[in-house]
C-alpha cells in the first residue's frame, strides 16, 4: 500500500471517532487525518485530543477546517490557534491550517516544533489556473512542509491544470500535494496517488467522505493500475 494514503476520519463525538480509528488499525494505511470540525464543539477538548493521540501509532493529521474552506462546525482564529497548540503539545505529526489564516499561520510557524505543517489553500468554486499560480508561489515561499491544493472540477480538463501543477513541483524542501474536488475531479486524485510524496486522502465509506469526489478506501482498492 501507498504510504502516501490518507484515511479521513470525521465523526460528531469523540466516541464514535475513537471507534473509527480501532478500526483505521486493521487497515495498511499509515497516516490519519482528523477532522476535528466534525466533532460537536463540545466533544473538541483538549482530553478527547490527547484520546486520539494515544488510540494509535499511526501518523496523524489534525484538521480543524475553517467554513469558508469546507469546515464544518464553525470555531473562533482563538479557538483553533488553542486546538492547534495542544496537537503540537500531544506530539500529532501533522497540522493542517489554511493559508488564508495568515495571522494564525505565521503563530503555528513560530511554535511547531517536530509537527509538520500542512499549508492548505481550497477552492469550493472553480479550478483558476492563474489563481492556483499565484497561490502556490506565495505557499512556497513560506516553506512549509507540505502544501495542499484543492479546488473545485467543473469539467474534465480542470484535471490537467492540477496534474500540470504537481508534475512540474520541483522544491524538494516542500511537498506538493494537489487536486480536484467534486464528481469531475476524481482523476486528479489518482494522479496524486502515483506521485511518490502528494497525499492523497481516501474516507472509510461513502457516506463519511469530507470532500465531494472523495474516494472511499474500497473504490480506490478496485480502481485499476492502482
Known amino acids: 500500500m501507498h504510504s502516501n494514503l490518507v484515511l479521513s476520519l470525521q465523526a460528531k463525538t469523540i466516541h464514535t471517532m475513537l471507534e473509527q480509528i480501532i478500526l483505521a488499525e486493521f487497515t495498511k494505511i499509515l497516516i490519519l487525518e482528523i477532522r476535528a470540525d466534525f466533532l460537536i464543539k463540545s466533544e473538541l477538548t483538549f482530553e478527547s485530543m490527547k484520546l486520539i493521540r494515544e488510540a494509535t501509532?499511526?501518523?496523524?493529521?489534525?484538521?480543524?477546517?475553517?467554513?469558508?474552506?469546507?469546515?464544518?462546525?464553525?470555531?473562533?482564529?482563538?479557538?483553533?490557534?488553542?486546538f492547534f497548540k495542544e496537537a503540537i503539545h500531544l506530539g500529532y505529526d501533522y497540522?493542517?491550517?489554511?493559508?488564508?489564516?495568515?495571522?494564525?499561520?505565521q503563530k503555528l510557524f513560530e511554535i511547531k516544533?517536530?509537527?509538520?505543517?500542512?499549508l492548505s489553500y481550497h477552492n469550493l468554486r472553480d479550478t483558476n489556473p492563474?489563481?492556483?499560480?499565484?497561490?502556490?508561489?506565495?505557499?512556497?515561499?513560506?516553506?512549509?512542509?507540505?502544501?495542499?491544493?484543492a479546488?473545485?472540477?467543473?469539467?474534465?480538463?480542470?484535471?490537467?491544470?492540477?496534474?500540470?501543477?504537481?508534475?512540474?513541483?520541483?522544491?524538494?524542501s516542500t511537498s506538493l500535494t494537489c487536486f480536484c474536488i467534486g464528481d469531475l475531479g476524481k482523476k486528479s486524485r489518482?494522479?496524486?496517488?502515483?506521485?511518490?510524496?502528494?497525499l492523497t486522502y481516501v474516507a472509510t465509506e461513502k457516506r463519511k467522505k469530507t470532500f465531494p469526489g472523495q474516494l472511499t478506501y474500497e473504490e480506490l482498492l478496485r480502481?485499476?493500475?492502482v
Open 57 to 82: 501509532n499511526k501518523q496523524i493529521i489534525f484538521t480543524l477546517r475553517k467554513k469558508s474552506e469546507g469546515g464544518y462546525c464553525a470555531f473562533t482564529e482563538d479557538e483553533r490557534l488553542a
Open 95 to 105: 497540522i493542517d491550517v489554511e493559508f488564508t489564516s495568515k495571522e494564525l499561520v
Open 113 to 118: 516544533h517536530a509537527t509538520k505543517i500542512i
Open 130 to 149: 492563474f489563481d492556483i499560480a499565484n497561490n502556490y508561489l506565495s505557499m512556497c515561499n513560506q516553506k512549509p512542509d507540505v502544501i495542499k491544493i
Open 151 to 172: 479546488t473545485m472540477a467543473n469539467k474534465e480538463d480542470d484535471n490537467e491544470i492540477v496534474q500540470k501543477l504537481l508534475e512540474g513541483h520541483k522544491v524538494d
Open 190 to 198: 489518482l494522479f496524486g496517488l502515483k506521485n511518490n510524496k502528494a
Open 223 to 225: 480502481e485499476k493500475n
